[in-house]
């Protein structure tokens, strides 16, 4: 699932654009250009960075489960993967090809709003700060679905097998079903297999990229179909197609980066990363972090090159997450220049390379970057403080909403003397509001207090000068990292 992901990922980059290519020819390099396959989320279009890469895609062939489309069908938060070339000295690149595929497509089955998951063809999705929603999906958050919804799941897989949603996109009835996954539980005789809880049977279907002709245990496919059984957990395939690996894409020596979440961790020499081998070595660089920081579901890009037993060597260990701030409200203090911008008083920084940029407002621009916001425009910032305790923030997210009263806050709480306390420096009135126990039910002002300390907090409410009045509060501390 994590290699559909990757897929995704590519899609992403191929819009982003460094070349896509299948076997090890065709690409478009230019001098000092090299081969890359590169797999990551999207993060913006028109200019498109996948990895911190800005990709051109004009001569590129994108796909998206399978077909042929245009890049306007693409958006941001799916996972792409990319053939191409990338020239080092300004990071920079041309995608040949750009593949996306969605990791999960189908109906809800179930819905934990507790554990932030939801199950689709017995697939479990983790929804996080990381997840973008599609704009009919009202609130952007777990509570805008309801179980038959049908949906669009592009992700990462953990360490358990469950989708790291980073986009979820409604669907429609007649959307054909479809699963991303490994290949377990192979029973050649009655023709099914296992991905996760799912049973896939496949006697009737077309199988494609299968030297032996048929599925093996361990062969990552995308499986899709028209029918599936919630009773028996059964999807009825139409069409079952191995995906390459990264060395038979590859066809000859390139470049590799790949972002994804570990999901096997030996020692920092022996991991996977999106279900593929990892190793490090003395020379390998760590930025932000260092190696005593790698483990299980934890967010990384690695970038290297296969060696001759198809590990990738990494030549870079990169640390990601998409943090636990929120921020909505007006947009002030704007310079496109320098990447800056402030929300409810908190000095807010952007990074072309890693931001992810959407609008959600009533111009939707699918070209959507800090240049195009205006001050006053109603923004929504995820991201992290830093550095530690300085109370600035670096956004992973920046979404344009439409015009709305309604400010929000999430953040460590600090203490204060009731009724008020601090958030970033946010002052927060907290006589009015009403409080979330975290468990279904309310708690009074007095409790919060003793409560908070130490926590993560979300307020929403209203502006008044310098102060939120707040008309709710929860104790949050779900943090928007995958672990």
Request: proline share 3%.
């Amino acid at each position: 699932m994590l290699r559909i992901r990757q897929f995704l990922l590519a899609t992403v980059i191929a819009m982003v654009a460094v070349a896509c290519g299948s076997g090890g020819s065709g690409i478009s390099q230019s001098s000092g250009a090299t081969p890359l396959i590169a797999t990551g989320t999207i993060t913006g279009f028109g200019s498109v960075y996948v990895n911190g890469i800005h990709f051109q895609t004009t001569s590129a062939t994108i796909r998206k489960n399978g077909q042929t489309v245009d890049q306007s069908q693409l958006a941001v938060g799916e996972v792409a993967r990319i053939k191409g070339s990338k020239d080092d000295a300004d990071d920079t690149g041309v995608a040949d090809e750009v593949d996306v595929d969605e990791a999960v497509n189908g109906p809800i089955d179930k819905i934990d709003t507790t554990a932030g998951t939801v199950t689709v063809l017995a697939q479990i999705v983790k929804i996080n700060a990381g997840t973008s929603f599609s704009k009919d999906i009202q609130p952007a958050d777990i509570t805008g679905l309801k179980t038959g919804d049908v949906i669009h799941v592009s992700g990462m897989t953990d360490s358990s097998g469950a989708i790291v949603a980073t986009r979820i996109e409604k669907g429609s009835a007649s959307s054909p079903l479809q699963v991303v996954g490994t290949v377990a539980g192979l029973n050649a005789g009655s023709h099914t297999f296992m991905i996760n809880a799912l049973t896939v049977d496949y006697s009737s279907a077309n199988l494609t990229g299968f030297a032996s002709g048929a599925p093996s245990n361990g062969d990552v496919v995308e499986a899709q179909g028209t029918s599936f059984d919630a009773t028996t957990q059964t999807l009825t395939a139409t069409h079952v197609q191995r995906e390459m690996t990264d060395q038979e894409e590859a066809g000859d020596d390139r470049d590799m980066e790949r972002e994804g979440l570990i999901t096997r961790f030996a020692s920092a020499t022996d991991f996977d990363v999106a279900d593929k081998p990892v190793t490090t070595t003395s020379s390998t660089e760590y930025r932000n972090g260092t190696a005593a920081d790698l483990a299980l579901n934890v967010k990384v890009e690695v970038e290297g090159m296969l060696n001759s037993s198809n590990v990738l060597v990494a030549s870079v260990v990169a640390f990601e997450h998409n943090g636990d701030i929120e921020l909505q409200g007006p947009a002030a203090n704007l310079s496109a220049s320098a990447g800056t911008l402030s929300v409810l008083g908190v000095q807010v920084t952007v990074v072309t390379s890693s931001t992810r940029f959407e609008d959600d407002g009533s111009s939707s621009m699918a070209m959507f970057n800090l240049s195009n916001v205006s001050a006053g425009d109603t923004v929504r910032v995820h991201g992290f403080e830093s550095p530690a305790g300085s109370g600035k923030v670096t956004a992973t997210r920046l979404e344009r909403l439409p015009p709305s009263p309604t400010v929000i806050v999430k953040g460590p709480f600090m203490a204060g003397t009731s009724p008020d306390f601090t958030m970033l420096g946010i002052t927060i009135d907290g006589s009015a509001a009403t409080i979330d126990d975290g468990h279904g039910g309310m708690m009074p002002l007095a409790t919060f207090f003793t409560q908070a300390a130490g926590h993560e907090v979300r307020v929403e409410g209203t502006l008044s000068g310098t102060t939120i009045m707040a008309s709710r509060i929860s104790i949050d501390d779900h943090t928007g990292d995958e672990d």
